[in-house]
C-alpha cells in the first residue's frame, strides 16, 4: 500500500513542484496550500507523513506541528525552508521534527521521508479502520483502576490520559461508567502531550464482535 502524504506549502509553485517529486517517488500526496485546509485534512484522511513549509502565511509550519500533535502525536513531520535557522532547527527537533532546508535541491529531502515512512510503518502496525471522532467536554472514564478522561474515540479504539501518569499495562478493560460501557482494550501506544504535559495512551478494542462491542458503538453513536 502505498504511503499518504499531507504536503503544505503556501507558495503554488513550491507546491506543485514538491508534489511532483513525491508523486515520481511512488507516494499518494494530498497537497494544500493553507493552513487551514491542512487542520481540516490532518483530521479526515490520516496521512502516514506530514511534509509542510515553515511559511505559511499568517501561520507557520511549527503551528501545524504542535495541532498535529495534539490530534496524531505519532504522526512523522518533516519542516521545510529555504535557509537554515538554528531557532527554527531547535524549535523543529523539540517537537519531533525534522527540518530540511532547500528541500527540492537537497538529496536528503527523499530520503528523510523515506525514513520517516519506514519507521511509521514499523512503530504503526495496526491499520486504522475508523475514523477517529474527538470528544467535546468531559467524558469521564476508567482505565483499569484509575480514572482516566477520553479524548477521542472511534468504533475500534480511543485515546485517553490518565490521572496516574505511570504507563497503562498492555490490556486492561476501559469503563464508561455513565454510559454502563465495559470493554476490552490493548495498548497500542504511549507518547507525552507536546502542550499539557499529559500522558496520552491509544489502544485498540480487544472485544471485536462482541456484545461490549455493539454497547461502544451505541455508545459513540449516541453521543455524535
Known amino acids: 500500500m502505498r504511503a499518504l502524504i499531507l504536503l503544505v506549502d503556501g507558495t503554488r509553485t513550491t507546491l506543485r513542484r514538491t508534489e511532483a517529486l513525491l508523486s515520481d517517488a511512488g507516494?499518494?500526496?494530498?497537497?494544500?496550500?493553507?493552513?487551514?485546509?491542512?487542520?481540516s485534512l490532518l483530521y479526515s484522511v490520516s496521512p502516514d507523513l506530514l511534509v509542510a513549509s515553515i511559511r505559511l502565511g499568517t501561520f507557520t509550519g511549527l503551528h501545524l506541528t504542535t495541532l498535529s500533535r495534539q490530534q496524531n502525536p505519532q504522526l512523522p513531520i518533516i519542516l521545510t525552508h529555504a535557509s537554515h535557522d538554528l531557532v527554527l532547527e531547535r524549535e523543529a527537533a523539540k517537537q519531533g521534527a525534522t527540518l530540511i532546508v532547500n528541500h527540492l535541491e537537497n538529496p536528503a529531502f527523499l530520503h528523510s521521508v523515506q525514513t520517516a515512512l519506514n519507521e511509521h510503518r514499523r512503530t504503526q502496525p495496526m491499520i486504522r479502520r475508523w475514523r477517529r471522532k474527538l470528544v467535546s467536554g468531559l467524558v469521564e472514564a476508567r482505565v483499569a483502576s484509575a480514572a482516566a478522561r477520553i479524548l477521542d474515540i472511534s468504533y475500534g479504539g480511543v485515546r485517553l490520559t490518565c490521572e496516574e501518569q505511570g504507563a497503562l499495562p498492555a490490556a486492561f478493560v476501559v469503563t464508561v461508567p455513565t454510559a454502563g460501557v465495559v470493554v476490552k482494550a490493548h495498548l497500542v501506544w504511549t507518547s507525552r502531550s507536546p502542550t499539557t504535559g499529559e500522558l496520552w495512551s491509544g489502544a485498540e478494542l480487544a472485544d471485536g464482535g462482541s456484545s461490549n462491542t455493539d454497547q461502544w458503538r451505541g455508545f459513540i453513536d449516541a453521543i455524535y
Open 27 to 39: 507516494h499518494l500526496v494530498a497537497a494544500v496550500s493553507s493552513f487551514e485546509r491542512a487542520t
